[in-house]
């Protein structure tokens, strides 16, 4: 990852500090994701992959769909990093989410597991929103609200 | 409450036609792996912007002597997911002739140049019809 003192700002962070975004200007645009822990604290083991995947993500240009689409935008990226810590903590052994990206410049975190499907759009005008589905059924709400289902299937899939 | 508009829907389409999105695919951008590893198209492949979903009509390219591969010409890095027109209705979504739109790229598949048309809902419901559409398309390579 390019260090961050080599980027300039704009820079979104976390309101706790722990996780900084920082957007370059630069061309070819590099968005570098950096979670900052408590000396002496191990990098989350879910870390190195989302920070690889997001930035691979960055590098998408305006119309990267051919449709219009718009590149993640540093705030999404950051609420992106917080639900995928705040679902996987320290589970070392759940599931990582496949990460793409939505066409207003947001991410869909997406889980595809024999135990149900997990969709979490992540976009920084509206809620960050959880839709599950097992196959039969299918429920949705925000992830304030979905929290404990998603973390029941995600248990689940782990065994 | 008063019944929504119905959805705009082409019935000279026929049902047993065919539609082609465009779906980003270097570095697995819009494509997922499902349960058993297949890979497949992701629901946000098919979020529709504030005129529908762009795809291509497989009877217009043939008429116009073009194969489907004519769609992602010059689009490096992107695969065709394909979907019946009558998976298509099925989930509720109209499909609609929109040749040669100006806000794209000029193409010569532009001809055959349709949108996806899904009615106005809720949040949640357009999300399931995106996955019902994800479910229904069949990844071309």
Redesign the interface.
């Known amino acids: 990852m390019t260090p961050l003192t080599t980027l300039p700002t704009p820079e979104v962070s976390d309101p706790s500090g722990d996780i900084r975004i920082t957007d370059s200007p630069l061309t070819p645009r590099r968005v570098a994701v950096a979670i900052q822990l408590p000396p002496g604290e191990p990098e989350p083991w879910w870390a190195k992959s989302v920070e690889d995947r997001l930035e ?2 960055a590098h ?1 240009e305006s119309n ?5 689409a718009q590149p993640p935008r540093p705030e999404a990226v950051l609420i992106g990093v917080r639900v995928i810590a705040f679902l996987l903590g320290t589970h070392q052994n759940w599931p990582l989410p ?1 990460i ?5 410049g947001g991410l ?1 975190l ?1 889980w ?3 135990s149900g ?1 997990i ?1 979490i ?1 992540v976009d920084p005008r ?1 809620a960050v ?1 959880a ?1 599950l ?1 097992d196959g039969r059924n ?1 429920i ?1 709400g925000p992830l304030t609200e979905m929290e404990s289902r998603v973390s029941d299937l995600l248990g689940l899939a782990a065994g | 409450m008063a019944a929504p508009p119905p959805v705009p829907n082409d019935q000279s389409i026929a049902p047993e036609d065919i539609v082609y999105r ?1 779906v ?1 695919d270097g ?4 494509i ?4 058993y590893g297949n890979r ?1 198209t ?4 098919f ?1 529709d ?1 504030d005129d529908g979903i ?1 795809v291509f009509l497989q009877s217009t390219l043939a008429e116009a002597n073009l194969e489907a591969a004519s769609v992602i010409v010059g ?1 490096n890095g ?1 695969v065709l997911a394909k979907i019946t027109v009558d998976a298509v209705r099925n989930l509720g979504v109209g499909v609609v002739r929109d040749p040669n739109p100006d ?3 000029p193409m010569p598949c532009n001809v055959a140049h349709c949108l996806l048309k899904i009615s106005p809902m809720s ?2 419901e357009r ?2 019809v995106r ?1 019902g559409l994800a479910h229904v398309s069949e990844l071309m390579g």
């Open positions: 691979e993500l998408l990267w769909n051919g449709h219009g496949q793409v990206p939505t066409w207003q869909q997406e595809h597991l024999h499907d969709e759009t509206d929103w839709y589905s299918s949705d | 465009r980003k570095g697995n951008i819009n997922v792996r499902d349960k497949v992701s629901s946000a492949a979020e912007d762009s689009f992107y806000d794209v790229k949040k949640s999300h399931k996955q």
